[in-house]
């Protein structure tokens, strides 16, 4: 199979990543003043409880698929026998998910009263199954991938600002949430017949991959308890409210990390593809651009939105979310973190056979939180949960760095750190005179946003930065076309 560009793929991935960026940014600001902090948190801590069931009945498959289809994409019947046994996997705990799910809603009083939404919500456990977004990946079909989710977001925005008007819609905004992410699934089933036949074929060793299933599936749980382990506590230790605050924060710093991975998310399966293929210097290449990438991204945009909190939280949510402002402060450092962890571990450790070492940082990550959150949320309620989640993606980075050093070393060298620092802050002081205006939550960030990115950009451009340099290129080159 020919392979895409990694350039066309990051083009195609930044415009899937403005596409999330920019349905939130224009639903977020209406929903969360429509349904208020309790409507929405209500949506959260439902979209976090279901996630535990979608992870069980994911199993591991959604990272594991990408590598192990991306090693045979070249050869149709290997393929298509590899996704017949992943599919057969996924239905078979698809079933004991639901199972388990409708247990669980009968017999947990705080489940009971949310079960209409739950089950709403639980449609993603089946849509994601059958969606095998891991064969597209691996296969690099970023270009269909991103022109399928910017049309369903686009339905799903119009039917937002269509049938949402009060509180109490807070259940039809979580079936239009699982419309917006996961119907599409349906269209991926439906075009898969183009790469794999659907048609039984001959030998198939499904019992293969359940060792390396188990792994992976030990991530995701892993990833899953830090991740969401944060709104399920609030729910269960303090209220909606506080549920809604620590959602309006993280809604922010999810949009943001996903900027900071974008470049991340398509290096996996042609980094798979290179380790299989001996093809080392290439595989190395790529991780150090990616790691630089990430480096040049996050920090700014972790300076900017920890200083201008205030105004992005009120701008986005309403004034009845300044309760967000102090989580999202803390909350912001992660962008970093994350955005260097992917790279060392989904980048780096997956496709080299390493993931039980992801395994073993994110349970130390997982931990942490379990155990700060329990002893910060009764006192600091989403502060508190907020702190959780900063130490715990410490923690992960700490052990994937230990295991790492001598081969992130190498690539940390080429990194720039106090060209960037330096811009970054410079960038700060210049475009924080803008607060002083007083001029509204909207034009403060616009202003404040084209100063800082724009000082930081043109600093990095006359220092030729490499990457910044080459971003710049293409740029005018496109421009000239």
Known sequence: MAQASIKKNFIMNVILTMSSFIFPFITFPYISRVLQPGGYGKVQFATSVI?????????????????????????????????????????????????????????????????????????????????????????????????????????????????????????????????????????????????????????????RHLKPVATFFAMACASTIYTNLDNVMLGFMTTDVDVGYYSAAVKIKTILVSVVTSLGAVVLPRASFYVEHGEVQAFQRICRKALNFVVLIALPLTVYFISFAKHGILFLSGNAYEGSILPMQVIMPTLLLIGVTNIMGIQILVPTGREVIVLYSEVAGAVTDVIINAALIPRMASTGAAIGTLVAESVVLAVQYYYLRNEISEMVKGIHWGRILFATLMALVLASWVKRLEVGHFITLALSSMLFFGIYGLFLLLKKEELVVEIWKQVLSRIKR
């Open 51 to 207: 996630s535990y069931f979608s992870m069980f009945a994911q199993l591991g498959i959604p990272t594991y698929g990408i590598r192990v289809c991306a090693q045979v994409r070249d050869d149709r019947e290997q393929l298509t026998r590899t996704v017949h046994e992943l599919l057969f996997i996924n239905l078979i705990t698809n079933l004991i998910s639901y199972a388990v799910l409708l247990v669980a809603v009968l017999s947990v009083p705080k489940f009971r009263e949310e079960k209409t939404l739950l089950l709403i919500i639980s449609a993603t456990i089946f849509l994601s199954s059958i969606g095998m977004e891991w064969l597209y990946k691996a296969l690099e079909q970023y270009t269909y991938i991103t022109v399928r989710s910017v049309i369903f977001k686009f339905i799903a925005l119009i039917a937002m600002l269509l049938l949402v008007h009060e509180k109490s819609d807070y259940l039809i905004y979580g079936g239009i949430t699982i419309f917006a992410s996961s119907a599409s699934n349906i269209l991926n089933l439906l075009n898969a017949h183009k790469y794999v036949d659907f048609k039984p074929v001959c030998n198939y060793e499904w019992k």
